[in-house]
């Protein structure tokens, strides 16, 4: 890597993952960790690993245009606390890259009526 490189890279803001994908209205009626809980949570993360994926929900399976945040804001708001990226800029669009299940009625509509 260059040196204009890498200065670009540190110049360059990092992206929270709120700036690239919204929460579910049912993930906003829950409470938020308190700070402290938030970085004590991001150090069990990045000592033991994420042990659950970030569930997103959209419509159609897999369907990461329209996925929004089911369940995880903690967890990753507590990653993003102790400095773990969240977010990856690849080409001109930005993604997770934490482990994540996609939840939508299509994959098992049973369970919805």
């Known amino acids: 890597m260059t040196p204009e490189v890498a200065e670009a890279i540190q110049e360059t803001p990092r992206k929270s993952w709120r700036d690239i994908i919204k929460t579910h209205e049912a993930a906003d009626l829950l409470p938020m960790l ?13 000592a033991n690993g994420l042990r659950e994926p970030i569930a997103l929900w959209s419509m159609e399976p897999e369907d990461s245009q329209s996925a929004v945040v089911l369940d ?14 969240t977010v990856q800029q690849i080409g001109d ?3 997770l890259v934490v482990a994540v299940e996609y939840l939508s009625f299509a994959t098992n509509p049973a369970s919805y009526r």
């Not at 990753?76 to 606390?81: R, S, V, Y």
Request: hydrophobic share 35%.
């Open 93 to 95: 669009k930005y993604r």
């Open 72 to 85: 995880g804001r903690n967890r990753l708001d507590a990653m993003e606390k102790i400095g773990m990226e």
């Open 34 to 46: 308190a700070e402290n809980e938030l970085i004590e949570l991001g150090r069990d993360i990045a």
